[in-house]
């Protein structure tokens, strides 16, 4: 459970996430009005950004004399940017196959 801790919606790509599950869960479930292996594509991509956003804003401290600066500044590494490319193309196939 500590795990969930970090789950808090304080940023905006952790919203994705949760949005993104929650719709993902909804197209598992549920018929929908258009055609849920879109809308699982779309789901999925949001999904793996929202992910490939959480490893690319790491938290990251300062210590200095006297005072100690905390916060999660972009800091990209090459998991995190392919995570956020899958995602992005995903959600490009699913919109395509939408609009097709």
Known sequence: MEGLKTLV???WYKLVIWIS??????ALTVPLQ??????????????LFGIGQWINHPLQERIGVGFKISGHPRNAC???VL?????VCLVGVGIWKLLA
């Open 83 to 87: 995570t956020e490319i899958a995602g």
């Open 21 to 26: 599950v929650a719709v993902l869960v909804l």
């Open 9 to 11: 919606l304080d940023y």
């Open 78 to 80: 090459f998991s995190g």
């Open 34 to 47: 258009v055609p849920n292996r879109v809308v699982l594509l779309i789901s999925l991509g949001s999904l």
